[in-house]
Nanobody, 125 residues
Framework: QVQLVESGGGLVQAGGSLRLSCVASGRTFRNYPMGWFRQAPGKEREFVAATAWSGGTTYYADSVKGRFTISRDNAKNTVYLQMNSLKPEDTAVYYC??????????????????WGQGTQVTVSS
């Protein structure tokens, strides 16, 4: 059974940093893209960042470009999201996602096959 488990969320002041981790179990995703999405209260879930299998190609939502960095350690079946210069509008539940569709990183939710349970990130002003 495939599981994605996120960790690293919490409460941080505006301007601070957090690093989210997502560990996959049940199968390896080292040959496939992985991504991060988020859902703020009362809003639709939205794309944040995605990485190709090698980590060499990455995509970001415009709202996080220059502040967030996605990376992965395929030996550990883990993907990370380093979040710097956090803003109150970054407050959301952050979800890790994995796909069995190869190729480039993917920003569409329907492109992903597996999802984590989410981790809460709260940024205070």
């Amino acid at each position: 059974q495939v599981q994605l488990v996120e960790s690293g969320g919490g409460l941080v002041q505006a301007g601070g940093s957090l690093r989210l981790s997502c560990v996959a179990s049940g199968r390896t995703f080292r040959n496939y893209p992985m991504g991060w999405f988020r859902q703020a209260p009362g809003k639709e879930r939205e794309f944040v960042a995605a990485t190709a299998w090698s980590g060499g190609t990455t995509y970001y939502a415009d709202s996080v470009k220059g502040r967030f960095t996605i990376s992965r350690d395929n030996a550990k079946n883990t993907v990370y999201l380093q979040m710097n210069s956090l803003k109150p509008e970054d407050t959301a539940v952050y979800y890790c996602a994995a796909t069995l569709r190869g190729g480039l990183p993917k920003s569409g939710q329907n492109d992903y096959d597996y999802w984590g349970q989410g981790t809460q990130v709260t940024v205070s002003s």
